[in-house]
């Protein structure tokens, strides 16, 4: 069965990123100073380029796999998502609001938090009734990310300070790159 609200997501999410990747160079700023090794050895538009770029190859794929109608795991649906395509569309559309109120709050509840409510809400909106796994899911990936992006990238992403306490004395003691 092809999806086409997936698919119509996914070449939107496409369009976009190759938009964003054209363009966004031109929207972020140099930083006004230079900055030392100490502070940020990336440049500021290296993390949303890379993450732009993996937006891509991912919808790629995707696109491609469907295109050559190679539906591997379309046998493995929940039965609540082998509906009709209109539910397809209500779930993207779920998500997309989910998404949209997290990029709104995401300065206030900080990046975990914000990042656990997104993966929660996902979670439920793709059919995932364990909740051992959604819980995991939802702690360990934006964890994961968080502790890449910040240590390994060394890129600040913005997180409350109850939550920045305990993480601080965890991540030095990772090693450093």
Known sequence: MF????????????????????????????PPINLSDDISPLNP??????VLVGIVVVAGFFIANRIRGVEDF?????PALAGDDSGGTKRL?????????????INMLGFLTTM??????????????????IVAFSAGLPFVIYVLV??????????????????????GMLPSF
């Open 3 to 30: 999806r086409k609200a997936d698919f119509r997501l996914v070449a939107g999410l496409l369009l976009l990123a190759v938009v964003a990747l054209a363009l966004g160079q031109r929207l972020i700023a140099e």
């Open 45 to 50: 538009r290296l993390f949303p380029s890379l």
């Open 74 to 78: 379309e046998g493995e649906l929940e």
């Open 93 to 105: 559309l779920g998500f997309l609001v989910l998404v949209v109120l997290c990029a709104l709050v």
């Open 116 to 133: 656990f409510v997104l993966m929660l809400g996902t979670s439920l909106l793709v059919g995932n009734d364990s909740i051992a796994q």
């Open 150 to 171: 910040t240590h390994v990238l060394r890129t600040s992403l913005p997180e409350l300070d109850a939550i920045e306490a305990v993480l601080v004395p965890l991540l």
